[in-house]
């Protein structure tokens, strides 16, 4: 298992709440990236600590198949200044799996989201607090790109 702590760090982003029921996350999920990109969010967020992307699932009610909260995002170094239609999120220390997304996005993130899911033993361990993708350098790197994602697990 590659599980590895990460200390304590923000976010503030745009949001939606969805469930994977009947795809409706793959819906609403898309539709935020729409409105990140084409209103140029990351511009509009302050404080960031760098330029990359988070998406954070979190605010879960259940487990996966239940309602949950999909932030799309950049890292900040405080939560001061949340812009109007903003959300903030602290993201607490905690133990994380990370998984590596290879090859043209988004579908190698669902891919591995269709893996997490389907790994019962790791269910198991969800501790479904937050949990998040990285999109750095390397996600526009077309049939090559690279996303990080890691899902809190109990320690």
């Given at each position: 298992m590659?599980?590895?702590t990460i200390q304590k760090f923000y976010v503030i982003g745009i949001s939606t709440r969805t469930t994977n029921a009947n795809g409706q996350s793959a819906k609403d999920i898309e539709a935020l990236w729409g409105k990140f990109?084409?209103?140029e969010i990351q511009k509009q967020i302050p404080?960031?600590?760098?330029?990359?992307?988070y998406a954070v699932y979190t605010d879960y009610?259940?487990?996966?198949?239940?309602?949950?909260?999909?932030i799309v995002g950049l890292p900040v170094t405080s939560l001061?200044?949340?812009?109007?239609?903003?959300?903030?999120?602290?993201?607490?220390t905690s133990l994380y799996q990370k998984f590596v997304s290879k090859g043209k996005m988004p579908e190698a993130v669902l891919n591995t989201w269709?893996?997490?899911?389907?790994n019962k033993e790791l269910n198991l361990k969800r501790a479904y607090k937050a949990d998040f993708?990285?999109?750095g350098k390397k996600y526009y790197d077309g049939d090559n790109a690279e996303v990080e994602t890691f899902i809190s697990v109990k320690e």
């Open positions: 590659n599980n590895q990109w084409g209103e404080n960031n600590a760098s330029d990359e992307i009610e259940t487990d996966f198949t239940g309602l949950y909260t999909t001061e200044n949340i812009p109007k239609g903003f959300i903030g999120i602290t993201i607490e269709l893996e997490i899911w389907e993708t990285i999109h």
